[in-house]
T-cell receptor, first 116, second 111 residues
Framework: DGGITQSPKYLFRKEGQNVTLSCEQN?????MYWYRQDPGQGLRLIYY???????QKGDIAEGYSVSREKKESFPLTVTSAQKNPTAFYLC???????????????FGEGSWLTVV | SQQGEEDPQALSIQEGENATMNCSYK?????LQWYRQNSGRGLVHLIL?????REKHSGRLRVTLDTSKKSSSLLITASRAADTASYFC???????????FGSGTRLQVQP
C-alpha cells in the first residue's frame, strides 16, 4: 500500500537525550514536512524539504534537526536543546510544494513523544 | 501568521443535524483546503477550493469561499457520529512553500 510510515508510534525520552523519529514514504513525493501538535492544539511546522539534500526551517525549528539524504526518507531528531519536546509529531508529504499550489498533503499516523 | 483561524473552537451537535465551521485568513490566497483529524491520527484531506470558486461540494460536504471577507466555511450535512473529529483549514499563499494549520474546530456528533 502507498503511504507514509512513521515509527515508532510511542517513544519515551529521558532528559538530555537525543531521539530520532523515522518517516518513510513510498508515494514518490518530492516534498516532505514535519509538524508538531500539542494536546488540543493546532499543527506547527518544524521543518520541510522540497527536494533531496535540501530542507528549510519552519516556525519552530529550534531544538530539532532533519536530514533528507533519500527522496523517501525524512527523519527528525529531537535534540536535548528542545526543552519541552512532549508532543504528537506528524510527518507529511506532497507531490510538489504544498504551500502555494494547493497540492494535497498526505500525513502519517504520527508519533507520540514523552519526556520521562 | 499565515495560517487560517477556525471558528468555533468546539461544536457539539446531534446526529442528523448540520455542522458549520468557519475559517478566516489574512491575505490573498491561491486556494484553501480543509482537512480532518480523528483523535490521535494524522490529518486527511477533504476538499480544496480555488480562489476563483465560490462554492464546492463533495458528498455531504459543502465549502464556500468569500475572498472579499477572507473567509471560508465548511458545512457537513446530516452529520453522523463518525464525523466526530477536528477540522482544519489551510490557506495557500503565493510564495509560501509549506502549509500551516490553525487550532481547528473540534466537532462532537452525539448519537
Amino acid at each position: 500500500d502507498g503511504g507514509i510510515t512513521q515509527s515508532p508510534k510511542y517513544l519515551f525520552r529521558k532528559e538530555g537525550q537525543n531521539v530520532t523519529l523515522s518517516c518513510e514514504q513510498n508515494l514518490n513525493h518530492d516534498a516532505m514536512y514535519w509538524y508538531r501538535q500539542d494536546p488540543g492544539q493546532g499543527l506547527r511546522l518544524i521543518y520541510y524539504s522540497q527536494i533531496v539534500n535540501d530542507f528549510q526551517k519552519g516556525d519552530i525549528a529550534e531544538g530539532y534537526s532533519v536530514s533528507r539524504e533519500k527522496k523517501e526518507s525524512f527523519p527528525l531528531t529531537v535534540t536535548s536543546a528542545q526543552k519541552n519536546p512532549t508532543a504528537f509529531y506528524l510527518c507529511a508529504s506532497s507531490i510538489g510544494s504544498g504551500g502555494s499550489s494547493g497540492n494535497t498533503i498526505y500525513f502519517g499516523e504520527g508519533s507520540w513523544l514523552t519526556v520521562v | 501568521s499565515q495560517q487560517g483561524e477556525e471558528d468555533p473552537q468546539a461544536l457539539s451537535i446531534q446526529e442528523g443535524e448540520n455542522a458549520t465551521m468557519n475559517c478566516s485568513y489574512k491575505t490573498s490566497i491561491n486556494n484553501l483546503q480543509w482537512y480532518r483529524q480523528n483523535s490521535g491520527r494524522g490529518l486527511v484531506h477533504l476538499i480544496l477550493i480555488r480562489s476563483n470558486e465560490r462554492e464546492k461540494h463533495s458528498g455531504r460536504l459543502r465549502v464556500t469561499l468569500d475572498t472579499s471577507k477572507k473567509s471560508s466555511s465548511l458545512l457537513i450535512t446530516a452529520s453522523r457520529a463518525a464525523d466526530t473529529a477536528s477540522y482544519f483549514c489551510a490557506p495557500s499563499y503565493t510564495g509560501r512553500r509549506a502549509l500551516t494549520f490553525g487550532s481547528g474546530t473540534r466537532l462532537q456528533v452525539q448519537p
